[in-house]
């Protein structure tokens, strides 16, 4: 058994231990042999030699960083702690994370939102790698609910100010202007799936207040030009219906301590031309940037109900053709 004190003299406790010292859970997720106890300017580590070592090392980069007068988002933390992008010669397996880990949000009556897929899991555990992520692939795979639940959790811990979910409101087949009512009315029928996410996950009574006081917003993409989003979980659905200028204007919408997810499924684009569809490109222009993240959900990741991945497989052949 090995004991290490670490003093923080002369940094603000708080931007060590993070708010409700959630920077040391973190670490304790990621070292739950090791015994971490934070007492005013002093953590002391207790536990297996190599264990203690390695997450020293982890804590004395973090200290460094903030002694330099930067700051430590989540995902720079996460690099960090990660043995994989974060490497010592000590180092020789992965974190292995339980089941508990990718239980996300307690929606309404209780019920566990959770990643059940790979891919599910592999947005989890990106989502604390990188501010910019991008889920990619066919309806059905769970990659926007995934998305929502992650950002409600977000607000839930107080890790951002607001949640804004975002489309752009193109016509798939139908028109618009014939549709009753006002702008409004005629633009929810294209944001409804965001709304029965966040039912599932929030109480309509608290949705309700929280859209009220504009913590969450749900707004076709055209209304986010202009904005600059700090503090915010920004997530743009169904991105292969954009421009590559309308995506380069999302994208540098991001402000300070931001998190946004962009999903799309290139197979399903309802643009007059299928070729002014941006995302792909935008993808490819931006995936070796360090803090993006890009994710490629299957037919394996299908949660619908089982015929969906026969008929997609089905569809998939006939345009192959």
């Not at 010292?21 to 070292?31: A, G, N, Q, S, V």
């Not at 504009?214 to 954009?242: H, K």
Request: charged share 30%; proline share 4%.
């Amino acid at each position: 058994m090995t004991e290490k004190t670490i003093s923080i003299d002369g940094l603000n406790s708080v931007d060590v231990y993070g708010v409700n010292d959630r920077k040391l859970e973190r670490m304790k997720f990621y070292f739950p042999d090791v015994r971490i106890l934070a007492r005013g300017n002093e953590i002391r580590l207790e536990g297996q030699e190599e264990q203690v070592e390695q997450l020293s090392r982890r804590i004395g980069a973090l200290l460094e960083e903030l002694r330099k007068g930067g700051s430590i988002s989540d995902s720079e933390l996460e690099r960090i702690l990660d043995w994989r992008t974060y490497p010592t010669e000590l180092e020789d397996r992965a974190p292995q994370h339980n089941e508990e880990y990718y239980n996300i949000v307690y929606g309404n009556e209780g019920r566990i939102v959770k990643a059940r897929t790979r891919n599910q899991r592999r947005l989890v555990d990106e989502y604390y790698r990188n501010d910019l992520i991008f889920a990619l692939g066919p309806a059905g795979t769970g990659k926007t609910y995934t998305a929502i639940a992650l950002a409600v959790r977000a607000l839930k811990n107080k890790e951002v100010k607001k949640l804004i979910l975002t489309r752009p409101a193109v016509e798939a087949g139908e028109r618009l202007g014939f549709l009753p009512g006002d702008m409004k009315d005629k633009l929810d029928p294209y944001l409804q799936p965001l709304y029965d996410a966040l039912h599932d996950m929030i109480h309509p009574r608290k949705l309700q207040i929280l859209m009220e006081e504009g913590i969450i917003q749900i707004a076709p993409l055209a209304y986010m030009r202009g904005r600059t989003l700090d503090s915010a979980f920004v997530i743009l659905d169904e991105a292969q219906n954009t421009s590559i200028g309308q995506l380069k204007m999302f994208l540098t919408r991001m402000g300070c301590n931001a998190k946004f997810i962009v999903t799309g499924d290139a197979s399903q684009i309802d643009l007059p031309n299928k070729k002014d569809s941006g995302l792909m490109r935008g993808v490819s222009l931006v995936r070796n940037i360090k803090g993006v993240a890009v994710i490629n959900f299957g037919t394996e990741d299908m949660v619908r109900h089982p015929l969906v991945t026969k008929i997609i497989k089905a569809f998939e052949t006939v345009e192959e053709g």
